[in-house]
């Protein structure tokens, strides 16, 4: 019995630890979003400590694991690899995004949503472009324009509230009407 306890409780921490995870992250992106000065555009952009936690993931651990093999040693020669493994692990897991969160930005206007990021260039879609928003189980947005290229608006991206303000403004009515259903997912899911 104190096994299955032990197992309950190490799974209750667990859970609870990364339920206040992602608590901490949606309530940091409610913080005021960020606006142009010369236009008054929204920026949508990532808090830094997300950036920040994932850069402790990746380079933290594995200088963590690299210690604490010193410290505690191998009883084969074999066992020398785990740790290795681990924080090369760590290193992808934590290291992976990281450009992504640190350069990541939408920028919304009355006329368009642009995308910039670590990789490839601008992505632009005209809001009279818009045909669909979809909703995505772990709360991020898909718009989608008419030429089904997409802009995926991430639930963590500080500004998301009033991205919601500009959304319920913007949206074309045809798209409004095919999306009403993931409309409705996205305002209950900014309302937890």
Same mark, same amino acid.
């Given at each position: 019995m104190d096994v299955v306890?032990?197992?309950?409780? $190490? *799974?209750?921490? /667990?859970?609870? =630890?990364?339920?206040m995870f992602m608590y901490l992250l949606l309530q940091s992106a409610k913080q005021?979003?960020?606006?142009d000065p010369q236009t *008054?555009?929204?920026?949508? $952009?990532?808090?830094?400590i997300l950036?920040? #936690?994932?850069?402790? /993931? =990746?380079?933290?651990a594995p #200088?963590?694991?690299? /210690?604490l093999s010193m410290v505690i040693g191998f009883k084969n020669p074999s066992e020398k690899y785990i740790p290795i493994v681990m924080g090369v692990m760590f290193l992808a897991l934590g290291g992976g995004p990281l450009p992504?969160?640190?350069k990541a930005r939408i920028r919304v206007s009355g006329e368009e949503l642009e995308y910039t990021g670590p990789f490839g *260039?601008?992505?632009?879609i005209a809001w009279c472009n818009v045909v669909r928003v979809r909703f995505h189980s772990d709360g991020s947005l898909s718009i989608v324009s008419s030429t089904k290229q997409k802009i995926k608006v991430q639930p963590f991206m500080v500004g998301i509230k009033e991205f919601a303000g500009l959304l319920d403004a913007y949206l074309p009515q045809a798209a409004r009407d095919i999306s009403i259903r993931d409309l409705e997912k996205f305002d $209950?899911?900014?309302k937890r």
């Open positions: 306890l032990q197992h309950a409780l $190490r *799974g209750a921490i /667990i859970g609870g =630890a990364v339920f005021p979003a960020l606006r *008054g555009d929204l920026i949508l $952009r990532f808090n830094k950036p920040s #936690i994932m850069g402790v /993931i =990746a380079f933290g #200088i963590g694991l690299v /210690i992504y969160l640190l *260039g601008a992505r632009k $209950r899911f900014l």
